[in-house]
């Protein structure tokens, strides 16, 4: 068995950490690194945080309920312009909606063909969703300029949720 030269004696031939400072200096490094990690999570954190809701930005109206915005955007364009943008989100809601049906109906269609996957039922089903949304967006629209208002989307979910379904605050 050979035997291993002692390295303290010879002071050109010390160890890996003997180089970098000794132990004092390798605990220096962790602990810095692990304070410069944490401050770096601390500003990305704070960051990322979402911010605090407010149930008056959801609320939120002028005086005259939107109405001056409304006649203020729409000073430059004519009546027929109006309903021409009216129909545009009208037929956009109707093509996101039946869309997302039939992304709905896909589903047992695909399945009872047997090219039925864990997938694409996520993916129809997400992509269902994302329609919903864009067809809510082009009914918000809609209803807006039905109203002759920038109305919040508050009121807008009462007049078009049903009866039972209406928002109910707690002022």
């Known amino acids: 068995m050979k035997r291993r030269r002692n390295r303290q004696a010879d002071p050109h031939k010390t160890g890996w950490l003997a180089r970098r400072g000794g132990m004092h200096q390798l605990a220096f490094i962790v602990t810095s690194g692990f304070s410069v990690g944490m401050a770096a999570w601390d500003i990305i954190a704070s960051a990322m945080r979402p911010k605090r809701y407010s149930r008056e930005k959801f609320d939120k109206t002028d005086d005259d309920c939107g109405i001056s915005l409304f006649k203020a955007q729409t000073s430059g364009m004519s009546q027929q312009e109006i309903d021409d943008d009216a129909r545009a989100w009208l037929r956009e809601r109707t093509v996101y909606t039946i869309n997302a049906f039939l992304c709905l109906a896909a589903i ?3 399945f009872a063909f047997g090219m039925f996957s864990i997938f694409t039922l996520i993916a129809l089903i997400v992509l269902a969703f994302l329609l ?20 919040p989307f508050a009121d807008y979910l009462q007049h078009r949720l049903p009866y039972d379904m209406q928002i109910i605050r707690k002022d």
């Open 108 to 110: 047992p269609a695909l």
């Open 132 to 151: 919903t949304a864009k067809a809510v967006k082009a009914d918000f629209a809609y209803w807006q300029i039905r109203q002759g208002r920038f109305g």
